[in-house]
């Protein structure tokens, strides 16, 4: 065994969900970019997402970019976060395509594609209401017009994403917003605007809700396939694995102690304050594992075991039934933040089933071709 704090990662659940949310998005004409950014850019899932018919990938950071192409991963991939200026060479030198907001760092792309002889893809985002990237629906025509000037740079798409900083909901009205934006933009510019991305997995309620699709033929899609929820209200996804990913924390103390602190009561390790009712004595565990790898709030536990506080490097519990080993393991599901922190711990091991993956380059190889 590979030994504690350890996550424990299901491709074929992963491929399940993926495959699954392929085929939904494809009877309504829309492709699916595998976003890999929760789980550090890894290959491993990055295969399986393209097994599965992901188009492209998609991460918001261009090291785990760049470690997919380290790793062979061959497929179309996208930087879904604005390209740091300073970052602009990376990026052309990386990813095919780059999430866009400001015209001084398409300048920045342009240059350095140009100073490497490659051509580099540029989707625009456009704000329609979460105030966080967005190029102002006003601004747009502008940006467009620039964009196209530049040399070895090509206008790919126009894309939006809502949800994520203020909890926008994708609906009707801004999914028609976009559509007509790209209409116009190709009307006024005499040009033809090939992806359309509309969202992340917060687009999956509009998405199955039935709605009008108009030009959206795209979407980003990353927690869906990898926790099989929806990002709104994180309700399980019909037909989907919640539980594809596993965490397995050590047992390093077990006591029956208080459930209120003694003493003058200042501030917890984080700043915080501690309120607990009293209970009286109760089952507490220590777990050798913190919120350096993991949110602690994010931990769901079996067997009546709940998370009680953490600390950098200690998580504790209590287990309502029997006291719990010192040296046995318990085990968690998480959710987003937990999972993008574990995944990130350089001390929490992965460990992949299964550990070896049928042959599926080939077909990958010819859809990078054809994208
Ligand atoms: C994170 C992100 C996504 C994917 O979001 P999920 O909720 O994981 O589906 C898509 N687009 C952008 C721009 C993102 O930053």
Known sequence: MTGAPRLEIDLDKIYHNARTLVERLQSHRISLTGVTKAVLGSPDIARVMLRAGAVALGDSRIENIESLRRANVLAPMTLIRSPMMSQAFRVVKSADVSCNTDIEVIRQLSIEARRIGRDHHVILMVELGDLRE???PGDLAGVVDDTRRLPNIHL??????LACRS?????????????????ATEARAECSI???SGGNSANLNWLFAGAEIGRINNLRIGEAILLGRETLFRQPVTGLFTDA??????VIESKLKPTQPTGTIAQTAFGLKCHVPN???ILQSVLAIGAQDIDPD???GSNAVTVLGASSDHLIVESARRALPVGSEVAFQLDYAALLRAMTSPFVSKVFHPQTLPPGNSAIASMRTAN
């Open 298 to 300: 994010g931990l769901t």
């Open 134 to 136: 967005g190029i102002m």
């Open 194 to 196: 090939d992806v359309v």
């Open 245 to 250: 990913f596993t965490l397995f924390a050590e």
């Open 167 to 183: 909890g926008v909901t994708p609906d009707a009205e801004n999914m028609a917003r976009l559509s007509t934006l790209v209409d």
């Open 279 to 281: 209970r009286g004595d």
């Open 156 to 161: 790919k798409g126009i894309g939006t994403n």
